[in-house]
């Protein structure tokens, strides 16, 4: 039950962005920003779905349900992964899992982010760049990891409605993949 009163049947952030039009604006905005690549960027080497893999991973580090599933729906999205194995394998042990040596070392910073800025090192860092990171790969990482706990803390801390069919947020998934963060867009489930 959430803690204040939301349009009824509305998920996740959805929620909260619909009872504060205001904030939703450039929380989109951001998440825009952060997680559709742009081409224009010359050092910009994050694909869209590695960019949602890190939301992913970060959501699932604050255990935050919603954001965790419609994030890894819509890397799942990106990547080809179909069956969520990817997903979930990187949910469980991103260094045991099939992704490349760059991504791992920018998860690892990820984390660090999660758990403070200041736990980012420059060890980490150094990793990353021998891996072929660039500084906007690194720095896209690390704000996206705390754009991504500033969301899970929002959705959180204001108990959203939350659903556990993953068809719901496959479908969700495929909507945002092709048009982005949408401000106003309204979607409910029964």
């Known amino acids: 039950m959430p803690h ?3 349009t009824p049947g509305v998920p996740g952030i959805r ?4 009872f504060s039009p205001e904030t939703a604006s450039p929380i989109n905005d951001l998440a825009n920003t952060l997680l ?7 050092d910009q080497t994050l694909s869209m ?3 949602e893999l890190i939301g992913t991973h970060v959501s699932a580090l604050n255990d935050c349900h919603f954001c965790q599933t419609i994030h890894g729906a819509i890397a799942s999205h990106h990547l080809g992964d179909d069956d969520w194995s990817l997903i979930q394998a990187v949910k469980c042990d991103y260094q045991q899992t099939d992704i490349s040596p760059r991504l ?10 999660q758990k403070g800025g200041k736990h980012v090192t ?9 891996e072929g990171a660039t500084d906007r790969d690194i720095h896209d990482t690390v704000l996206i ?3 991504f706990c500033l969301c899970n803390r929002y959705v959180d801390g204001l108990a959203t409605l939350t659903h556990h069919d993953e068809d719901l947020y496959r479908q969700r998934a495929a909507h945002v993949a092709e048009a982005g963060y949408v401000d106003g867009e309204i979607y409910t489930v029964k």
Do not use: H
């Open 49 to 51: 779905g590695e960019r």
């Open 4 to 6: 204040i009163d939301f």
């Open 145 to 147: 990891a705390a754009f």
């Open 104 to 113: 791992k070392t920018l998860l690892t910073i990820a984390a660090s982010v």
């Open 122 to 130: 420059p060890d980490q860092v150094a990793a990353a760049r021998a």
């Open 15 to 18: 929620g909260p962005m619909l």
């Open 36 to 42: 559709r690549a742009n081409a224009s960027l010359p």
